[in-house]
């Protein structure tokens, strides 16, 4: 036990979390992307409105949220302490640096991983804080003739302070009222302040993910002649620009068709 706990206080030991926490958080970018792209159906925010539902009373779900969090702050400390523990370990530059093949990227993870906290902090305020723990989000009731398949929509208020969704069907018209989310995420992008910073926390992803996700599997020991040069298109093309550009596409197209 003791040299399992030693392991993991070195430095490796650090860097082996920091790259299983970090891959983890990769995994979250690909369903929140796939969830987030309900954003572009013109559905009047009905498709968004039950993912964002599910995700918050389904229970399996919110515990995987909550270790979604946890990862997120023990890879932002493991960072931080790695970053410090080199710096004191050099605090004085060297006179002459010796040339590298340091990608731009890597020598500031440290910034970019600045960033991209400071952004999730604040979009974790904007959203999922008030989605969670306050009265500022409202509701939407959407009634969809079963025979036709159309969906109309109008404001719901509850009766109750308590009430969170409810789902009835009367007279083959169901009936589905939620937290509409998505009215908020409109009124949060059509803040051009805020869309400026979502698109400059994007371009931190992409910088982070392009060193970032490749380091990971260098940092495990899965490096191989044959697979390695696909996980570099996969963290290239796929993490750095795909699902970064994909973030940075709703702020941009929500603020102009306001």
């Not at 999730?120 to 079963?146: C, N, P, S």
Request: with cysteine; proline share 3%; aromatic share 16%.
């Amino acid at each position: 036990m003791s040299e399992f706990k030693e392991t993991f206080n070195s430095s490796l030991g650090k860097k082996l979390i920091m790259a299983l926490t970090g891959l983890f958080l990769c995994t979250f970018l690909i369903v929140h992307v796939g969830g987030n792209a309900l954003l572009f159906k013109n559905d009047d925010g009905y498709a968004f409105n039950m993912y964002a539902n599910f995700l918050t009373h389904f229970p399996p779900i919110e515990v995987i949220a909550y270790i979604l969090y946890a990862c997120i702050l023990v890879h932002a400390l493991y960072a931080l302490i790695l970053t410090v523990k080199n710096r004191r370990a050099r605090p004085v530059g060297y006179a002459v640096k010796a040339s590298d093949n340091a990608s731009w990227s890597s020598k500031n993870m440290g910034l970019l991983g600045s960033i991209l906290f400071l952004f999730i902090v604040i979009h974790m305020g904007d959203f999922w804080y008030h989605y969670k723990f306050t009265d500022a989000v409202q509701f939407k009731e959407y009634r969809t003739d079963l025979s036709s398949g159309v969906t109309q929509s109008v404001e719901f208020v509850p009766k109750s302070a308590d009430f969170e969704h409810s789902i009835s069907t009367e007279n083959n018209i169901e009936i589905v009222r939620v937290k509409d989310l998505h009215l908020r995420v409109a009124a949060s992008f059509a803040n051009p302040v805020y869309d400026i910073f979502y698109v400059i926390a994007m371009v931190a992803v992409s910088f982070h993910l392009l060193h970032g996700f490749q380091s990971a599997f260098r940092t495990l020991g899965w490096t191989h002649r044959k697979y390695t040069p696909i996980v570099e298109f996969i963290g290239t093309w796929f993490f750095a620009v795909i699902v970064p550009v994909a973030f940075a596409l709703m702020p941009i197209v929500y603020y102009f068709k306001k």
